[in-house]
């Protein structure tokens, strides 16, 4: 079965006027953190998938990573999966120019 996602984003606007404001201030050179955590089913991958695709939409690279379960333990696991997925689409920086954009 195909997941079908509903076209119309229902009922966070609050939060997501708020990851907006933290990519806003991250675009203008003023980083920060935001963390989507919540129990399985409450739609924080639609969520994310709403900021992401506007985000995308405006040129801005756009990485994530996901906790999944599973018997093994991998820490930093999501944050590890999202850096990666930088690197291979950036490529490894290789000198301080290439560097400027992870500066704080």
């Excluded at 999501?78 to 954009?101: I, K, M, S, W």
């Amino acid at each position: 079965m195909v997941g079908v996602r509903c076209p119309v984003f229902v009922g966070r606007d609050a939060e997501l006027g708020a990851l907006r404001a933290h990519l806003a201030a991250a675009l203008d050179g003023r980083g920060g953190f935001a963390m989507i955590r919540g129990a399985a089913g409450l739609g924080k991958s639609r969520l994310c998938r709403e900021l992401i695709d506007g985000a995308a939409d405006r040129g801005t690279l756009v990485t994530m990573g996901r906790a999944v379960p599973s018997g093994a333990s991998a820490p930093y696991r999501p944050l590890a999966e999202a850096v990666l997925r930088a690197v291979r689409a950036r490529g490894v920086p290789a000198g301080e120019q290439d560097l400027a954009p992870w500066l704080p």
